[in-house]
């Protein structure tokens, strides 16, 4: 009987460079089954993952999902499908209950339906009494069974499972075993990824051996086995410098199809038993070699893999028409009226696309706000830092020190106070990318980009939480410095205006964290880059003295650094007032737009190269 494919894969190639990580993989999966793809660390298996979960785009050759192609269709393959990575994606600061809330969300499924489906998964993996524990207290095991939950709550017809069982203890394997079965018996078709040789022997129904990203045989365990052909004879030797010489003698028996040396002795394949042990004992005898065990067993997956590829899988670590009102005839009757049925198609359409795109972006927003309620200290250090340190600390220290005749200002506090605001804007924009760093290094980024989502949601949902955050914490400054004697001359319109002109910068800023995030390897490397910029932007600026005390220098490079201009523009709103100020605000706009623009387009670039 045919059975219905799930899953087609022909001809794929992926490179990095000079690098082919896939390499012309051709091969199919059925439905209701579940296929491994069994191989070392950087074999190519998790590449080929990501690529038919969409998360990559192919080199060349193509993949299809019951029928819809990875590339070109990917959105369609996103609502089919369920992903649990490599990685642990869990965000240590959200419960259980809220990241299936959240990938609900991203799912587009109605309150209903996510609680509904929510109760059946933390039923089905055993952590309805820990739901509402933040995952940071879950043991390994537990992170792992909630791993599983996010990737069956969408109901996918393919679970793509990427080292299911990776770094846990024999118990927790057990148990997920179990869930994949049961998966099984439901119907569900299931790809895993593993190198874990004893897993794909008892999960798979068909498994391909990758290495150096191409497949080197594929079939059912059992057939992979049967085909190899002959026994297994192990042997123990005491004399470990005369191995290679016993080797080579039984390499030309009749009765032995090869011979492998292994860490304590041989491990010969026979036709035989019966008929090799007898020439295997003779030549061990002649060449004067002692054994001291003697193992024999039927062909393993380990053997498997030995005889397609010279070696063992543990011993391999390799480093996505113009008309008239009064001439329309019938057939221009229908035409208009097909017509208008488009159009109110396109409508219906557009408003539900926005609908969803509304839902995802608040659902990611309130996830930040939810990570940020859960990091007391952190929320009390954000709000209070820039006010206590640069406008009370740093300001009354340089009370006296500044000489008023040069900063044009009452005192230096009040001239100090433009300053601030703009430092807690750059400060904030350029941090903006390290909570996206850490999804990406953790695996969470991955887990979203799988869910059919609008790419876009992710990154505009971390611009409105930076954006709110900073607004928040330049209203707390203001009205510290109004306690100081600092009063806007523009009063509560020139307020809005200085958080537009810190909003217009920001989200410059927080576009090059976001690059700097999808670009750099790890986040020592962002922090080094951070620091790189951030100081010289504050000391070369007008934040701290004018322009007019700088060295010449500095001067002319301080004209340079957009944040001098957004204080300049700031500045004058709290001093002076909207005669002096409107001209500064009007240059201002231009200088962000250009500078947002630019900021903009290479955070993009950025990401759609992280994306594959």
């Not at 059925?30 to 998790?46: D, Q, R, T, V």
């Not at 830092?385 to 200002?409: E, H, K």
Request: net charge positive; with cysteine; proline share 4%.
């Amino acid at each position: 009987m045919d059975r219905s494919i799930a899953i087609e894969v022909s001809r794929l190639c992926k490179t990095y460079d000079a690098h082919k990580a896939v390499d012309d993989l051709s091969f199919q999966v059925y439905a209701g089954e579940i296929f491994g793809l069994l191989g070392p660390n950087g074999a190519g298996k998790s590449t080929t993952l990501r690529t038919l979960i969409t998360l990559l785009h192919p080199t060349s050759g193509t993949a299809t999902v019951f029928g819809h192609d990875t590339v070109r269709d990917a959105d369609t393959v996103r609502t089919l499908i369920g992903y649990v990575p490599q990685e642990r994606a869990i965000d240590r600061f959200l419960t259980g209950r809220e990241h299936l809330q959240l990938l609900g969300a991203l799912y587009h499924l109605t309150k209903e339906e996510a609680a509904k489906r929510i109760a059946e998964l933390l039923k089905l993996v055993e952590l309805e009494t820990h739901a509402d524990r933040p995952a940071k207290t879950y043991s390994g095991g537990m992170k792992r069974k909630l791993d599983i939950a996010c990737g069956l709550l969408p109901n996918p017809k393919v679970l793509f499972l990427d080292e299911p069982t990776l770094g846990l203890d024999v118990q927790s394997r057990l148990r997920i075993w179990e869930y994949v079965r049961m998966l099984k018996a439901r119907g569900m078709t299931i790809v895993m990824t593993t190198n874990y040789l004893d897993e794909a022997d008892q999960l798979c129904d068909r498994l391909a051996i990758i290495d150096g990203g191409k497949i080197k045989t594929l079939g059912s365990p059992a057939e992979l086995k049967i085909a190899l052909g002959g026994d297994i004879v192990s042997l123990t030797l005491k004399e470990m410098d005369r191995m290679a010489g016993l080797e080579s003698a039984l390499k030309n028996q009749p009765a032995i199809k090869a011979v492998r040396l292994t860490a304590k002795g041989l491990d010969i394949r026979v036709e035989s038993p019966e008929k090799a042990l007898p020439a295997i004992l003779e030549s061990a005898n002649r060449l004067g070699c002692g054994i001291d065990f003697i193992q024999y067993n039927r062909p393993r997956l380990d053997d498997v893999f030995i005889a397609h590829t010279g070696r063992r899988i543990q011993d391999e670590v390799i480093r996505r028409s113009n008309r008239q009102a009064s001439h329309v005839n019938a057939k221009d009757l229908r035409r208009h009226c097909a017509l208008l049925r488009l159009a109110l198609h396109a409508s219906r359409f557009t408003l539900h696309v926005m609908k969803e795109y509304r839902q995802e972006i608040g659902a990611l927003t309130m996830r930040w706000v939810l990570r940020l309620s859960r990091e007391k200290f952190s929320m009390l250090f954000t709000l209070v830092q820039p006010m206590l340190f640069w406008l009370i600390f740093f300001g009354n220290l340089f009370q006296r020190a500044a000489d008023s005749q040069v900063t044009q200002a009452p005192n230096y506090i009040s001239f100090l106070a433009a300053g601030v605001v703009v430092m807690t804007v750059l400060n904030n924009g350029l941090a903006g990318g390290v909570d996206l760093l850490f999804d990406k290094e953790n695996g969470f980024l991955e887990r979203l980009m799988s869910t059919p989502i609008h790419r876009s949601s992710v990154i505009l949902s971390r611009f409105i939480f930076v954006m709110s955050i900073t607004s928040l914490q330049v209203l707390v400054i203001l009205g510290v410095a109004f306690l100081f004697g600092v009063h806007p001359a523009t009063g509560l319109l020139g307020v809005a205006v200085i958080l537009l002109i810190g909003m217009m910068f920001g989200v410059g800023l927080t576009a090059i964290s976001m690059a700097m995030a999808f670009s750099v390897k790890s986040h020592g490397d962002f922090f080094s880059v951070l620091g790189f910029l951030s100081l010289p932007m504050i000391f070369l600026s007008s934040a701290l003295v004018p322009l007019a005390a700088m060295p010449g220098w500095m001067s002319v490079l301080a004209q340079f650094n957009p944040m001098t201009w957004a204080i300049d523009a700031v500045r004058p709103l709290i001093l002076s007032g909207w005669s002096e100020a409107l001209p500064h605000v009007g240059m201002v706009v231009v200088v962000m737009l250009v500078f947002d623009a630019l900021c903009l387009y290479g955070g993009a670039k950025a990401f759609r190269r992280a994306m594959g």
